[in-house]
């Protein structure tokens, strides 16, 4: 009986405590507890970026990432294209969308200081170290200087000088007949009277593609034969052979004091009907983004930036130069295949993309990719880019009979941060009456001229 009764005991002192955890943890609180427990508040998210579209209830946004996104908010009469300003939201942001679903809490204004680089344009991309001097620069240029920055102008016939010192240009590009005939001597004398005319060290641009388009191995008073087509140079050497190639082009480019390629073309093309196949690498997409890996790699050691062209990819579409070319093809494949090259560039610091002016319908059938944001987005959310969108030449055919309203503010309007053009006063003309007009801000202005002359600093053209 005792033993029954220790064993008792025991067994009380093992089940006490859990009966006792058992009764605490069902407990239920009382009205006074419940009420004092904290209700926790959900923060709104903040976003900040500037505004590219306003489009009835909608706004188009990009974002400090550089992303572009769409939102639906009814007071967006309230600001201006151009404009920076911090959203506060909640729910998640999701770019394959069309249109976010999330909610707009509150929209301020971003007050920009020239004290600092304004929170919407640090994006974190291939320039990023150079933002600082790039803004306190940007702070020394007149709205007319920097207008002028954005500008690419094909040399003038007559009266170089004075064209670029009243828009105050951002480049020149040289053709054939700026070369024709010139010795190296004579062509170095020429663009370094260019630029000691130049307030901002200009970019000074050729098409040295090799095979059909050469600007400057054409004239063998610069080179004793003209560069081979990158498809000859591959099939007879692979990318080594290319890779070796573009460093003595660069470095001849260099020699002469032309510092921007407007090469490689990396479109993908394998029909030799294709319009563009004399100018491609001739290869698949794989092999093709392989090619801008290379000449992008290549070029990093050189004061020559080379551009990767035509976004989004010509495929077997026909020449703009003489009219319209309107790509039928899905979304879905140009992904999958000819924007991989771009993107393979993009992720090895390209610093240059150049935009065509065909129509890819799956994109926006109404503008030319050069002048359509949905286009640009495509590079700057789908390729992460962060570098220099520049059109195609502004003055072909294509975009003269195809478009409406001025096309270099069109083009302002679609993300692009320079223009390739030989009309440089109307452009100019036009920018300034669009801002006067009330149809972009200077802010507008502002943001693409800083992303210029921070692509200058990272190439050092200009000193700290």
């Known amino acids: 009986m005792k033993k029954v009764f220790i064993l008792i005991i025991i067994a009380i002192i093992i089940i006490c405590p859990f009966v006792i955890y058992g009764i605490k943890f069902y407990h239920k609180p009382t009205f006074k507890e419940k009420t004092s427990v904290k209700k926790v508040v959900k923060k709104d998210k903040e976003l900040y970026g500037i505004v590219y579209k306003k489009e009835n209830n909608l706004i188009t946004i990009k974002s400090a990432d550089g992303s572009f996104f769409t939102i639906n908010y009814n007071d967006n009469g309230n600001f201006k294209i151009g404009q920076n300003i911090n959203i506060k939201y909640q729910g998640n942001i999701d770019y394959s969308l069309n249109v976010q679903d999330i909610k707009i809490t509150k929209i301020d204004n971003l007050e920009i200081t ?65 070369t024709k005939n010139e010795t190296k001597t004579s062509l170095i004398n020429k663009i370094e009277k260019y630029q000691a005319n130049s307030k901002i060290p200009m970019l000074i641009a050729v098409d040295e593609e090799g095979g059909t388009v050469v600007r400057i191995s054409n004239n063998p008073n610069l080179r004793s034969s003209k560069f081979s087509s990158p498809r000859t140079i591959y099939q007879n050497g692979g990318l080594e052979a290319i890779k070796n ?22 479109d993908v093309s394998t029909n ?38 035509h976004f989004p990819g010509y495929g077997n579409n026909k020449d703009t130069h003489t009219g319209m070319a309107i790509d039928e093809r899905p979304l879905d494949e140009l992904k999958a295949n000819d924007l ?34 949905r286009v640009h987005q495509l590079a ?17 055919d294509a975009i003269k ?36 007009d009330g149809v972009i801000s200077e802010d507008l202005i502002n943001y693409h001229t800083f992303k210029v002359l921070a692509w200058k600093y990272y190439k050092n053209m200009i000193e700290a």
């Open 114 to 178: 020239p004290e600092k680089v304004p929170l919407s344009w640090q994006d974190n991309k291939v320039f990023s170290d150079n933002y600082d001097k790039a803004y306190q620069k940007l702070q020394q240029l007149s709205l007319d200087e920097k207008i002028g920055q954005l500008l690419l102008v094909r040399v003038p016939e007559a009266g170089q000088i004075s064209a670029l010192t009243n828009y105050f240009l951002g480049g020149y590009i040289l053709f054939g007949r700026d």
């Open 245 to 266: 190639n573009n460093i003595e082009m660069n470095n001849l480019l260099s020699s002469l004091k032309v510092n921007l390629n407007l090469a490689p073309v990396v």
């Open 272 to 309: 030799p009907n294709d319009f563009i196949y004399s100018r491609s690498l001739g290869e698949d997409a794989n092999i093709t983004s392989e090619y801008a890996k290379t000449i992008i790699a290549s070029s990093k050691a050189s004061s020559v930036s080379n551009v990767l062209k």
């Open 340 to 373: 991989l090259p771009f993107k393979a560039g993009a992720e090895n610091g390209a610093e240059a993309i150049m935009v065509s002016h065909n129509i890819i319908k799956a994109v926006d059938e109404n503008n030319p990719a050069s002048l359509s944001l």
């Open 380 to 396: 700057r959310n789908d390729l992460a880019f962060g570098g220099i969108l520049m059109t195609d030449d502004l003055d072909m």
């Open 401 to 436: 009979k195809y478009t409406s309203g001025s096309t270099i503010v069109n083009a302002l309007l679609a993300d692009n941060d320079m223009f390739i053009l030989s009309n440089c006063a109307d452009a100019f003309t036009q920018i300034k009456q669009a801002i006067n």
